[in-house]
């Protein structure tokens, strides 16, 4: 009898020893791995902002000028970068401002004139990621003259890097840049009448006669101001370089290479 017992009590505890040996190389259960959130993509400052203008009127009546201007700003945040590109606008438009109401002040009326006037106005010709490029418009008359005025100031401005762009900005450092504009410019010019003796002189590649010039979506937009590259009676004179006429030139790394890429 006691040796059933033993026998039984050994196959009891082998069954134990087996169940235990089962459990522990059974797998547990699986570990819950939580998702890796994806990567925000950061917002760019022009995004966070709202384009307005912001409006000035002065009249004096002796002697007599109006002057009236809309100066591009950016509302809508705190950021430095917004607030130097503003000042960088205000400033620009309240120099010119200022020089023509002293200019005003010092020419008195003639008799039977109407006075004198200043209108500034602007275009947004494009903004593209965080490039904002304006062509600010000053139309003029001074009591007295033949015939009011109009010249151009155009300011290109990388909000993300906080700094306004310089053409050469655009281009590979050493690179001709101004030679292929200025011969595009000019071949297109020469299709119009008037564009001839010293007035080729206006598209020569010199900086003082490109400095006008905004990133358009389809190219670089150059504007000659009036006397510049045609009679008055034409006007200003734009013209659009495509921007595959300047792709071997256009710095890569630059604010027009990652438009263009």
């Keep these: 009898m006691k040796s059933n017992n033993l026998h039984h009590l050994i196959i009891t505890s082998f069954i134990l020893l087996l169940i235990l040996a089962c459990n522990a190389l059974a797998p547990g259960p699986t570990p819950t791995v939580s998702p890796v959130p994806p990567t925000a993509t950061p917002i760019l400052l022009s995004q966070q902002v709202t384009f307005v203008p912001a409006s000035f009127s002065e009249t004096n009546q002796s002697p007599a000028y109006m002057i009236t201007s809309q100066t591009p700003q950016l ?115 020469s299709k119009q009448p008037g564009f001839e003796g010293p007035f080729q002189e206006g598209a020569q590649p010199t900086p003082e006669n ?13 504007t000659f101001d009036e006397y510049q590259v045609a009679p008055y009676a034409s006007g200003p004179q734009t013209v659009i370089v495509p921007f595959g006429e300047l792709k071997p030139l256009i710095d890569p790394q630059g604010s027009l290479g990652k438009i263009t890429q």
């Excluded at 109401?101 to 494009?126: A, C, D, K, M």
């Excluded at 490109?210 to 150059?222: D, H, T």
Aim: with cysteine; proline share 5%.
């Design 75 to 189: 509302a809508g945040s705190d950021d430095p970068r917004v607030q130097a590109f503003n000042q960088r606008l205000n400033d620009l438009v309240k120099k010119e401002v200022d020089t023509f109401r002293q200019g005003f002040i010092q020419n008195p009326n003639p008799p039977g004139s109407t006075g004198s006037f200043l209108e500034v106005t602007y275009e947004l010709v494009s903004q593209i990621a965080d490039t904002w490029s304006l062509k600010l418009n000053f139309s003029f008359y001074s009591a007295g003259a033949a015939h009011p005025g109009l010249y151009s100031i155009t300011v290109n401005y990388d909000l993300g890097q906080d700094r306004e762009l310089a053409l050469s900005d655009l281009f590979l450092p050493n690179s001709n840049y101004l030679e292929a504009i200025s011969n595009y410019c000019i071949a297109e010019l």
């Design 210 to 222: 490109y400095r006008n010039w905004n990133i358009a979506s389809n190219g670089l937009m150059i």
